[in-house]
């Protein structure tokens, strides 16, 4: 017969969780990265960890920290070169587009690695961290870059799937720059699926949306995926707008045109600049957060001193808290 301190022992063992056990989850720390801006677009940097309220599927989330992060992250851009990037009327839409990577490509700091995805309903040309920016310029200096060359349909999930992977293994800050007219009618895989990798992975998702007048309810649906992905992952929608030239909705194919001129071009150097500025810094919030294995949904608040949600800001942050692993 075991001693009594033997006996606890044994007996402590027994009623110990096995393994994988519901049980055995442990009350973990968790991370998020938040950006807040101000109505200019600019950083705000002097927060306190007062100054944010969290919950996670309704339930006050205890907010540990809140420390102001700013370095060199890594950046996939994705371009898109299928058929629709071309335009109806003139080569209009594809100078944006162009113009909107290359800005990146030279204004983004030399410090912050740049991958380069160009993709149709396949990744038709890849350019990893590793080959640098001279081999993008050089790209785009070449046919395959230019106007007549795009053609084919848009797999767009299918290429944030395959610039997430690039980006393995994830850290803190990596990001997805979509540079496309948004719709996407050839992927294998789902929005639904995309979300969940991007959730799994950290990597936050930001577009630069060329943006046409839908005409269909699909094409509505496919902006509205688009822009959540971005919205959901805790990215953010840059862009342009077109216009329509023939407001007879009885023709889909109508022509629109895009304003290729200084404000155009300006637009694009803000959209670069605030990028950067999200991309490269923010808010990293620990959260006291028990674990479960399902993921949470997240709904964040920035408060005045008296506690009072502020309305003077932008706040980006990611809407899913991922299961414990």
């Known amino acids: 017969m075991p001693t009594i301190p033997a006996f606890l022992t044994i007996l402590a063992l027994l009623l110990s969780p096995l393994p994988g056990c519901a049980q055995g989850l442990q009350d973990q720390t968790r991370s998020i990265a938040v950006n807040v801006l101000d109505s200019h677009g600019s950083a705000i940097r002097d927060l306190t960890k007062e100054n944010f309220r969290v919950r996670v599927n309704g339930k006050p989330a205890e907010v540990l920290s809140a420390e102001y992060s700013l370095a060199p992250r890594r950046i996939v851009v994705l371009l898109d070169t299928s058929g629709s990037m071309a335009g109806n009327r003139n080569n209009t839409k594809w100078q944006i587009a162009r113009e909107a990577l290359t800005d990146v490509i030279a204004t983004t700091p030399k410090s912050v690695p740049i991958a380069l995805l160009a993709f149709s309903d396949r990744i038709n040309s890849t350019f990893g961290f ?90 509505r649906s496919g902006l509205d995926s688009v822009t959540q992905l971005a919205i959901r992952s805790g990215g953010f929608i840059f862009g ?60 964040l608040e920035v408060l005045d001193k008296p506690g009072r949600s502020r309305k003077d800001v932008v706040v980006s942050y990611p809407r899913t808290l991922p299961a414990a692993k």
């Open 130 to 219: 590793e080959q640098g920016r001279a081999a993008i310029v050089d790209w785009l200096r070449q046919g395959p870059s230019q106007r007549e060359r795009l053609k084919g349909r848009t797999a767009l999930f299918d290429a944030t799937v395959a610039a997430i992977k690039l980006l393995q293994p994830p850290q803190p800050g990596d990001s997805i720059y979509a540079i496309t007219d948004g719709g996407d009618d050839a992927s294998t895989v789902s929005v639904r699926d995309t979300e969940r990798t991007m959730v799994l992975s950290g990597v936050r998702f930001f577009i630069f949306l060329l943006a046409e007048p839908s005409v269909t309810e699909e094409q």
């Open 240 to 299: 342009a707008r077109a216009q329509r030239l023939d407001m007879d909705l009885a023709y889909p194919n109508t022509d629109v045109t895009y304003d290729y001129d200084e404000a155009a071009r300006e637009n694009i150097k803000l959209s670069t600049q605030e990028l950067n500025i999200q991309v490269n810094g923010f808010y990293i919030l620990q959260l006291a957060e028990p674990s479960s294995r399902k993921n949470g949904k997240i709904t």
